[in-house]
């Protein structure tokens, strides 16, 4: 359930007409409902009332400072995967021991901020990780919370781009490797068993996998446990499926109901990583229809966003829901909504039925995850304004890039006509 609904054919974010956001924020522009995304925290928070656990919002899905500040301040902990996230966590002012750190290939930078911060937990991905974490620790003197990312060969039955638990996979380590690896962490002065981990993959639709894969977890748990190794956290990963177009996910509740039912009595912490299921439909990308054009065998609404904005449908060939923001009784064009990006690749969705015109402002929605944190300035496209709506408040939560971001980094070399570089 979002706060993106109609009123009187109006399309409104919360209180707030998107048309009129639109004509004062400009085209394209991500709008947050703050509404949503409270209620995404509640319900995981409900789904784990009464058990020991850390809900950390994974960064990546959408890593803008308000939206992490709004989640810290609901109770947060938070998934990074880059020092660049890490030093976003740490800017809002995250508690360090709510901070968890994934990925396959952190480097030594990266592990060293994360040993100094006093990161609640580093989620290691690989033999030749752990013992650079290993070395950093004892370099530094400083002690660090380790879990394995343990591979548990687990069909996520999602798409392949984002299944992440299969053996074939780069991400984690062989469920058979890694309680050897458990007996050299424990047995390392500086590092200490936190938790086991794993994370097999994104939009998943279903509990099966997410079940299958804590069960091997567990039975991965008792081994350590047998053998002296305490474990004090199961992170279960991310993962959970949204709803674009017809799928049917479980709640959080259910989801979380078909992981602790599992866990039963053990005397052991949950955590989980949710990313798309915390943003996806707290968020949308409005924009503006540029042209109608015909062609032979298409019709093609031409509008002011493009993969540069919003690359999932063209990364992924994901379906994502595309609206009026105003409804009509015209009739309804079947159309492709394409960006100006010079793509063939560059579109938001096929074979669309949308009754527009020229100038209307149309809508996708669930762009709130992978939206924004995949943006970037190819055609030399500016990042668009992305503002968060509360009740019948609005704040811009990023400014729209101005010409001069595009090339501030840059540095401009002169030349003379044979090429030869002239100095200043
Ligand atoms: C991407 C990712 C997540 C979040 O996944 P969602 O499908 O967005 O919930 C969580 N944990 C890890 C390690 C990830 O890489």
């Given at each position: ?34 509404a ?86 580093i ?10 974490l ?12 380790v ?11 999602t ?17 058979e ?38 069960e ?17 956290h ?21 989801y ?22 915390m ?146």
């Amino acid at each position: 359930m979002d706060y993106f609904n109609y009123k009187d054919n109006e399309l409104y974010a919360e209180d707030l007409k998107v048309s009129s956001l639109v004509q004062e924020y400009g085209s394209p522009l991500y709008i947050y409902s703050k509404a949503t995304l409270v209620r995404h925290m509640r319900a995981f928070e409900e789904a784990l009332a009464g058990k020991k656990h850390l809900i950390c919002y994974a960064v990546k899905a959408n890593c803008n400072l308000s939206l992490l500040s709004l989640m810290k301040s609901l109770g947060a902990g938070f998934d990074v995967v880059s020092e660049g996230e890490l030093r976003r966590v740490l800017k809002i002012g995250a508690d360090p021991k709510k901070v968890i750190f994934s990925g396959v290939g952190k480097t030594r930078a990266e592990l060293t901020l994360a040993v100094k911060s006093g990161i609640g937990c580093i989620n290691v991905e690989s033999e030749a990780e752990l013992k650079l974490l290993s070395k950093i620790c004892a370099e530094l003197k400083c002690p660090a919370q380790v879990a394995l990312r343990v591979n548990p060969d687990v069909d996520a039955k999602t798409h392949p781009s984002i299944s992440t638990g299969l053996k074939g996979n780069k991400f984690g380590i062989a469920a058979e490797d890694a309680f050897a690896l458990y007996q050299q962490v424990a047995a390392d002065p500086y590092l200490q068993v936190s938790g086991i981990d794993c994370h097999i993959g994104s939009q998943m639709t279903s509990n099966g996998p997410i079940a299958e894969a804590t069960e091997k977890l567990l039975s991965l748990y008792g081994k350590l446990e047998q053998a002296g190794i305490l474990v004090d956290h199961i992170d279960i990963g991310g993962g959970l499926g949204v709803t674009y177009n017809d799928e049917t996910p479980p709640s959080p509740y259910e989801y979380m109901a078909a992981v602790l039912k599992r866990v039963g009595g053990r005397d052991v912490s949950i955590y989980v990583e949710p990313g798309r299921a915390m943003v996806a439909n707290a968020g949308i990308l409005a924009c503006s229809v540029l042209y109608l054009k015909q062609t032979a065998t298409k019709n093609f609404c031409i509008v002011d966003a493009g993969m540069s904005d919003l690359i999932r449908p063209a990364l992924y060939n994901s379906w994502m829901n595309i609206v009026e923001c105003r409804k009509s009784n015209d009739p309804k064009i079947l159309c492709d909504v394409v960006g100006p990006i010079c793509e063939s690749d560059d579109f938001l969705g096929r074979d669309r039925k949308l009754a527009v015109q020229q100038g209307d402002i149309i809508a996708v929605r669930g762009a709130g995850a992978y939206g924004m944190s995949m943006a970037s300035n190819y055609n030399a496209r500016r990042l668009p304004c992305e503002i968060l709506v509360d009740g019948s408040a609005v704040e811009v939560i990023r400014r729209r890039q101005d010409f001069e971001d595009l090339w501030a980094q840059e540095r401009q070399l002169a030349f003379d006509a044979e090429g030869k570089l002239l100095h200043p």
